[in-house]
C-alpha cells in the first residue's frame, strides 16, 4: 500500500496563492490515480482534482477550475496541487488520496488518503 502525507497549508489572504504537496511512500505514486479531495466544517468531504494514472491528463472540479492546478513528479514520488486566486470558500482541509482506477471523481473510489493538510483564506 502507498502512505501518503500532504503539506504545504497554511493562511493565506484571498487572491494568493499556496502550493500544496502529496509525497508518497511505499509504493510508486504513478502506480494509482491521484486526487485531491476537501472538507469544510460540518460538510461532506468533495472532489476537487484529479490526474490520470494511464495519461497524466488532470481533471477539475468546476469550482476550482482555471485556478487550480494538478500535477505530479515521479521523480519525486510527490503530487501538487498548485491553487491561485483562493477565495474565503476554498477554506477546507486538503487531502490527497490514491485511487486502483485510472482516476475518479467519488470519494468512495479512493482507498488511501493522507491526513490533511489545513488551508485557510482570509477575506
Known amino acids: 500500500q502507498v502512505q501518503l502525507v500532504e503539506s504545504g497549508g497554511g493562511l493565506v489572504q484571498a487572491g494568493g496563492s499556496l502550493r500544496l504537496s502529496c509525497a508518497a511512500s511505499g509504493r510508486t505514486l504513478s502506480s494509482y490515480g491521484m486526487g485531491w479531495f476537501r472538507q469544510a466544517p460540518g460538510k461532506e468531504r468533495e472532489y476537487v482534482g484529479a490526474?490520470?494514472?494511464?495519461?497524466?491528463?488532470?481533471y477539475y472540479a468546476d469550482s476550482v477550475k482555471g485556478r487550480f492546478t494538478i500535477s505530479r513528479d515521479n521523480a519525486k514520488n510527490t503530487m501538487y496541487l498548485q491553487m491561485n486566486s483562493l477565495k474565503p470558500e476554498d477554506t477546507a482541509v486538503y487531502y490527497c488520496?490514491?485511487?486502483?482506477?485510472?482516476?475518479?471523481?467519488?470519494?468512495?473510489?479512493?482507498?488511501?488518503w493522507g491526513q490533511g493538510t489545513q488551508v485557510t483564506v482570509s477575506s
Open positions: 490526474i490520470s494514472r494511464s495519461t497524466g491528463n488532470t
Open positions: 488520496a490514491a485511487t486502483y482506477s485510472d482516476y475518479d471523481f467519488r470519494v468512495d473510489e479512493y482507498a488511501q
